[in-house]
């Protein structure tokens, strides 16, 4: 055989047996280290303090970690964010933080973001895990505990009434991750205390005037209601408006719990119209940043960077309001 085909096969032999190493131990996408990246930030609206908060943190470390952010606002349609995030691939963004709006119609762009060599970072939100995976499709998902967070709005709900409770829960978008995962960490707990009845259910998708008016509806139904859980602030705030409409005096003769931690959340706290938030930070730039940068440095990233969240209530809502959103 001659010299150089016989250099050649050599050389073809040598890379097919070092590939399947390389693609198992790297499923996911690598990233170089560099001073700077292009990275998008596919957010899914900014119809709340807490989204608008989201993206500020985004914003606010972007200099220092050295992100030139292409950020995209998919104004509340998944299929908008879908077509966000297919156009930043199309861009050839270093890496992708994406706020996935519902579990399952985004998985496709997580999968084209894959094929494309560019690694997502799932922040706020997660997709549907028994089809995508972190680890393998996806770095990691950079959250809240959402089931513990319902858990604890239920616990604090039955302490409260003394495990009496006539309820309607104001979820939040349908089919996210939060509000899925809310409604079950609640349902779940509430189920245990059969003086805890929950005799409503319904999206008011994380808005306040959604919660308003799912609120001012199902309390013509169900004018026995004694308290209100709400998957986020925003749609308690639009709750206590409606109660107050209909002559009720919320924080007395009806007990709210909600999750989030707003500023106007904490101020309806020492008002004495909601009981109780559970925080759920959108503070989301500097895990992001931390995040990524592990993960370029080569370090295995664990499938799950769990947010700590805080609890708010009359004990501690004064002293926590000048550092909320
Ligand atoms: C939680 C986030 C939720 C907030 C809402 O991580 O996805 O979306 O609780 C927001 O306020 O709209």
């Known amino acids: 055989m001659p010299r150089n085909i016989r250099g050649l096969t050599l050389g073809l032999t040598l890379l097919t047996s070092a590939l399947p190493a390389i693609a198992f131990a790297q499923g996911l996408p690598p990233l170089e280290q ?8 596919a957010q899914t609206e900014s119809n709340n303090p807490w989204r608008i908060a989201e993206t500020q943190s985004m914003r606010d470390v972007a200099d ?8 995209t606002d998919a104004a509340g349609s998944a299929a908008k964010q879908v077509a966000d995030v297919n156009s930043m691939i199309a861009q050839g963004v270093d890496a992708i933080f994406l706020a996935p709006r519902e579990e399952t119609p985004l998985i496709p762009a997580v999968m084209n973001a894959k094929e494309a060599g560019i690694p997502v970072f799932l922040i706020d939100r997660n997709v549907n895990q028994s089809v995508a995976q972190a680890g393998e499709d996806y770095v990691t998902f950079i959250g809240s505990d959402f089931i513990d967070q319902g858990r604890r709005a239920a616990e604090w709900l039955v302490a409260e009434t003394g495990g009496e409770a006539t309820i309607i829960e104001l979820e939040g978008t349908t089919g996210s991750s939060p509000a899925n995962d809310r409604k079950k960490g609640f349902d779940d707990v509430i189920a245990e205390h059969p003086g805890m009845e929950i005799v409503a259910s319904q999206s008011g998708d994380f808005s306040r005037d959604q919660g308003r008016e799912v609120m001012a509806t199902l309390l013509q139904a169900h004018p026995d209601v004694t308290a209100v859980y709400a998957h986020n602030d925003e749609m308690a705030i639009g709750a206590i408006a409606a109660l107050e409409a209909a002559g009720r005096t919320p924080g007395e003769d009806v007990t709210i719990v909600s999750i989030d931690g707003t500023r106007d959340a904490l101020q309806a706290i020492i008002d004495g119209k909601l009981g109780a938030t559970v925080q759920s930070s959108p503070f989301f730039g500097p895990i992001s940043c931390e995040t990524m940068q592990r993960y370029a440095a080569g370090e295995e990233i664990e499938p799950w960077v769990k947010i700590e969240d805080m609890f708010f209530d009359a004990s501690n809502a004064a002293e926590h309001i000048d550092e909320a959103y």
């Open 64 to 71: 220092e970690c050295g992100w030139e952010l292409v950020y």
């Open 34 to 41: 560099k001073d700077s990246y292009r990275v998008g930030f």
